[in-house]
């Protein structure tokens, strides 16, 4: 069974940072791309970074683009979001998300139940 | 990167067919068999409906189907349930190495 369990979400200050992790399971890890999807309080998803299996080829939403970084390291079997330049806007559940394939370009197939960023003073 | 447009909400009746419509551009729906379909009950994540414009995935009733034509796509929920009840989404790739969402419709079964 795929399970993904986000962490390090939670209160954060406007300008500070925030690194989310993603501990993937019950599937062979570096087979598959990895996303990062968010959904701000009662508003829709925005989709926010994505990697390919070997880190050859990251995408960002031009909203994170600059500010935030994904990375993955297929020895732990995790997916990573630094998060840097906080602002209000950023605040939302951030969703960790498999790909059905090596690239960034498939479907997105799997979520994990979101870890809460709140960003405010 | 503007997002996909759907409507705010459709209604229908139980038994009845609904369709949700999804528009692009040539540069994302209209270049990639690459859109898929979310559904979304309140406090939970989205679960893949469609993809590859009109691929089921296993476990996914029939009742549910995409098609597509040129910068649309859609998305056709037939004989309709009060469980169908959910928040809807369509998702392509852009060709940018980037993906872009719709901004979601809201089912009601009345």
């Known amino acids: 069974e795929v399970q993904l369990v986000e962490s390090g979400g939670g209160l954060v200050q406007p300008g500070r940072s925030l690194r989310l992790s993603c501990a993937a399971s019950g599937f062979t890890f570096d087979d598959y791309a990895m996303h990062w999807v968010r959904q701000a309080p009662g508003k829709g998803l925005e989709w926010v970074s994505g990697?390919?299996?070997?880190?050859?080829?990251?995408g960002y939403a031009d909203s994170v683009k600059g500010r935030f970084t994904i990375s993955r390291d297929n020895a732990k079997n995790s997916l990573y979001l630094q998060m840097n330049g906080l602002g209000a806007e950023d605040t939302a559940l951030y969703y960790c998300?498999?790909?059905?394939?090596?690239?960034?370009?498939?479907?997105?197939?799997?979520w994990g139940q979101g870890t809460l960023v709140t960003v405010s003073s | 990167q503007s997002a996909l447009t759907q409507p705010a909400s459709v209604s229908g009746s139980p038994g009845q067919s609904i369709t949700i419509s999804c528009t692009g551009t040539?540069?994302?729906?209209?270049?990639?068999?690459?859109v898929s379909w979310y559904q979304q009950h309140p406090g939970k994540a989205p679960t893949l409906m469609i993809y590859?414009?009109?691929k089921r995935p296993s476990g996914v009733s029939n009742r549910f189907s995409g098609s597509k034509s040129a910068s649309t796509a859609s998305l056709t929920i037939s004989g309709l349930q009060a469980e169908d009840e959910a928040d809807y989404y369509c998702c392509s790739y852009t060709g940018t190495g980037t993906v872009i969402f719709g901004g979601g419709t809201k089912l009601t079964v009345l």
């Open positions: 040539s540069s994302d729906v209209g270049s990639y068999n690459l």
């Open positions: 590859e414009d009109n």
């Open positions: 990697i390919s299996w070997n880190s050859g080829s990251i």
């Open positions: 998300a498999r790909g059905n394939s090596i690239s960034a370009a498939g479907t997105i197939d799997y």
